[in-house]
């Protein structure tokens, strides 16, 4: 063994790019960063064999596609030109620029890109594990149960349906009344409407956070005939009384309602090998500078997606916005080069109202609109509809994936 072969021995495994995470956004920016320089030593370091397209479980929970749809190999949307780990980051120490992974691999960089995703809690409710994929709790959070989640609406025969956010940060923050509205349209074409009773049980203050869609949102509501409980927080599910406890936020009290149906968004947050990291911060967040994406103590660092600290809604949509950000910032500081790119919030949740509408919202870091469209997006739309069956799935596939859009 010459001199250089032992010193990469004891060094491990290295790469100009180490990219953590092969969902949306990690796949996003290693395509981004080969389109413009092909010659660039990037890995990305992802577990799992399947990559999903999450926005689609919300009509798969409403009996619209099969889940099959919302899956692809991850082979097949790993750029060619990079270097696929299949393998689960454990630690990470950004001194040395090191990683260290579940099958006792160090993998060096020269910069790391940070984007796991987010982690779902689902220990985090007292019997929920227990409960899920029977009984009729269901959750379009998991890809294993998203299709009992349309088997109960579609079996349903009336009682009381509940549906729950949680505290603290989830994917997408206006899919947990997705599925609720879907589930009422259901209910009204089977007939069992008037005799049911469907009720949000939210953690949060309103309905939605931006007033321009609230207050649409809030009409939807109504118009449906939909019991809202805000700042009630979900702790506790007994299967076999069918009851939900909940905690009110404000009061402390203990809430327990009978359900027949309850669909759950379970809690989430960083993943633990994230948050209990040198990169996290107070909250367990990769601690990232909001507007340029690097990180905000070691600069050879950028995080974006679900798992950054950016004070914006973890949307797909966001990821779209936050990519170019980060590969041009990366790239101007391996030149030498000031960070001028910047990232204005911008986030985006399509919010399916029935089987014919939908409610485009876009927003930045100040809650105000950002729309797309000439039109008033606040207005449930067929055409908005189409969009998220059609037009976002090809362009998630063919134009994200592919570092096109």
Known sequence: MNDHQNREHQQGEHHQIVIVGGGTAGVTVAARLLNQRPELNVAIIEPSAKHFYQPLWTLVGGGMFPREESARNEADVIPDEATWIQDAVTAFDPEAGTITTRDGRTIGYEYLVVAPGIQINWDRIRGLKDALGSGGVCSNYSYQHVEYTWETIHGFRGGTAIFTQPAGAVKC?????????????????????????????????????VEKYARELERVVARKGIETRFRHNLVEIRPDAKQAVFEHLDTGEEVVLSYDMMHVTPPMGAPDFVAQSPLANGDGWVDVDQYTLQHNRFSNVFGLGDASSLPTSKTGAAIRKQAPVVVANLLSDMDGQPLAACYDGYTSCPVVTGYNSLVLAEFNYDKQPEETFSFNQARERFSMLMLKKYGLPAMYWHGMLKGRV
């Open 173 to 209: 923050g206006g899919a947990p009344q997705k599925i609720m509205y879907l589930a009422d349209e259901a209910f009204r074409k089977s007939g069992v409407r008037d005799r049911s009773t469907i009720l949000f049980a939210s953690a949060g203050a309103w309905i939605f956070a």
